[in-house]
């Protein structure tokens, strides 16, 4: 008896040992057959052999067009000799020596379409969450701090600016002209490797692990910006197969970089926390566990943040909500509900150490986070929108295109003085858009833009009230003397509770909520009436919704599944606080 092929290093030899004992019904088989656990399946690497089985999670940040490929095929040899063999999941068919393709035929021929992704790893991933990178790393302590000029990591030099330098008149160099030159031969070298692909086309400079082309056989359709995980054969072809045209190489860019991977299996996730299922249910022990202990939890995650911001509990507050928050739905298709950007000001200077701080918090804590130093430079060299480049035709990544539920920290504490652009105050505007709407415009050109609906958490840091819009502005008090947060960034990633706090983050953020009872809806509007008699100037509709927002954080905050009379009246007198600190410190 011949011995079953093993699914993780021949899993094409398991699907034709499917399609010949079930030559009718063999996809239905494939689909359904047990394949190994994704714990088993290896990770996909540069190092992984073309033809093996792997796992993939991956942001997709681009959609191509559909390819047709061959499903079943005839050939035959030079004595008539015929054969039948089957191309799904490979994009080269195993053909017997002296075998060629019956291209005419007809009847037994059968072909269909895929869907195509291009897909990257997840913009601004905090390594916590990765189970593909050695257990000895401190996975905590790595910020996604991003600078523009020189983009360290970062491949998206295209060839054209490298031919346009080159036609440029030769001059004298000094020594670091030199240098300069040396690194544009280097950056040469490495897009000649690319055969002419125009990089990796990765959304942040500090984004590592593997991109792949994903090739997909359901009729499930994922949209774009969507985080998924694959499990299915990854290929490596010779990249000399690969047409001399720069369309044909956006489109398959050499595998030897970017290989292709048949999905055997693909879903959407909607977190990236190992720890939990993936979705969320309150009937997992792990979800219960942590929501009868959530009182507990916020407590102890309040007080590491008080820390950070000098032993301020009202600032505090209203980080530990704003970490939780998300849209959980739009009013006319416009006003995204449940956004909340604070604006913390009165922030230490950028010498302090003060802003790593919190930014190491909230990567040790959060699934998908980076900072952004709103520096005037940054401002006017980065490339904040998606566009199309029509030449490779592909969408080419901007540092906003970001999965759902992502965290921005932008620092405004080393703004100085300088002259914006006009691209830094179209970046400017892009950034306000996406706070005030939670919505991206892709450029597509010739004035054709495309909006996409985001979930992106923005916490501006700064010494005064930001240009930019924000839903709450929190003026810093600190209770203590500054610390020293060098030492404190220590205790961060190394604090005991880590693990219950991401587990924590994940499970209010993603359980669902029934919003208010009939009786806090009849105190909530008694309530307002008699603020707006006291005080009509202040007390609006826009006061009344983000009261609203804060008390359903609240209570998401505390596992609660509906918002209760505690959460409603702490909310008030949050607000309360922040009201009159803003007016005592006249910010």
Wanted: proline share 6%; aromatic share 6%.
């Amino acid at each position: 008896m011949t011995e079953a092929p093993n699914w993780l290093t021949a899993p094409l030899k398991a699907i034709n040992k499917l399609y010949t004992l079930h030559p009718d019904t063999w996809e239905s088989e494939v689909e359904s057959a047990t394949l190994p656990s994704p714990d088993e399946v290896p990770w996909c690497s540069s190092g992984t052999p073309s033809g093996h089985l792997v796992r993939f999670q991956a942001m997709i940040q681009g959609i191509m067009d559909r390819e047709f490929y061959t499903k079943q095929f005839l050939a035959r040899d030079g004595n008539g000799n015929e054969m039948v063999g089957i191309g799904k999941y490979s994009d080269i068919l195993d053909l017997p020596k002296g075998y060629e393709l019956d291209f005419d035929d007809t009847t037994v021929t059968k072909r269909d379409a895929r869907l195509v992704y291009y897909c990257v790893p997840v913009p601004g991933r905090n390594t916590w969450t990765r189970t593909d990178t050695p257990t000895t790393e401190n996975r905590s302590s790595v910020l996604n701090k991003v600078t523009i000029p020189g983009r360290p990591g970062a491949k998206k030099r295209p060839l054209e600016s490298v031919a346009e330098e080159e036609e440029g008149e030769e001059m004298d160099t000094t020594e670091d002209d030199k240098k300069a030159k040396v690194s544009e031969e280097e950056d040469k070298k490495e897009e000649e490797v690319l055969g002419g692909f125009a990089g990796l086309n990765l959304v942040l400079p500090t984004d590592t692990g593997a991109c792949c082309v994903v090739l997909n056989y359901t009729e499930t359709e994922f949209k774009m910006n969507e985080v998924v995980e694959v499990v299915g054969v990854l290929e490596r072809w010779d990249d000399g197969m690969i047409e001399d045209d720069e369309e044909e190489r956006g489109r398959f860019p050499p595998t030897s970089i970017v290989p292709r991977l048949h999905a055997l299996q693909i879903k959407k996730l909607t977190h990236l926390n190992p720890a939990l299922p993936d979705p969320v249910s309150l009937a997992h022990p792990t979800v219960d566990a942590i929501l009868s202990e959530a009182g507990i939890i916020r407590s102890e995650m309040v007080s590491l943040i008080k820390e950070c911001l000098g032993g301020d509990p009202v600032a505090a507050e209203f980080i530990l909500l704003h970490l939780i928050s998300h849209i959980y739905g739009r009013k006319d298709e416009i006003m995204a509900i449940g956004k909340f950007a604070v604006n913390l000001t009165k922030c230490p200077d950028k010498s302090s150490g003060f802003v790593d701080c919190l930014a190491t918090l909230f990567s040790s804590i959060s699934e998908k986070t980076f900072l952004l130093p709103l520096t005037i430079s940054n401002l006017n060299n980065s490339t904040l929108i998606p566009k199309k480049d029509y030449k490779s035709n592909r969408l080419v990544s901007g540092l906003l295109q970001l999965p759902l539920g992502s965290q921005i920290i932008l620092d405004e504490t080393v703004l100085e003085p300088g002259q914006l652009q006009p691209a830094g105050v179209e970046n400017l505007k892009a950034l306000g858009n996406l706070i005030s709407w939670q919505k991206l415009m892709y450029d597509f050109g010739f004035n054709y833009n495309i909006e996409f609906e985001c979930d992106t958490r923005v916490l501006i840091l700064g010494e005064g009230k930001s240009l930019l819009p924000s839903d709450i502005t929190v003026p810093l008090s600190p209770m203590s003397p500054t610390p020293d947060y060098s030492s404190l960034i220590t205790k961060i990633t190394s604090h005991p509770l880590l693990d219950k706090f991401r587990r924590y983050l994940t499970v209010v953020r993603t359980i669902e909520y029934i919003d208010v009872s009939e009786d806090l809806q009849k105190l909530i509007e008694e309530d307002f009436v008699a603020e707006r008699k006291k005080d009509r100037e202040n007390v609006t509709g826009d006061s009344l919704h983000r009261a609203l927002v804060v008390t359903r954080l609240y209570a998401m905050s505390r596992g609660h599944m509906r918002m209760e009379v505690e959460d409603w009246t702490d909310a008030k007198s949050l607000e309360r606080d922040r009201i009159t600190r803003i007016m005592s410190q006249g910010s």
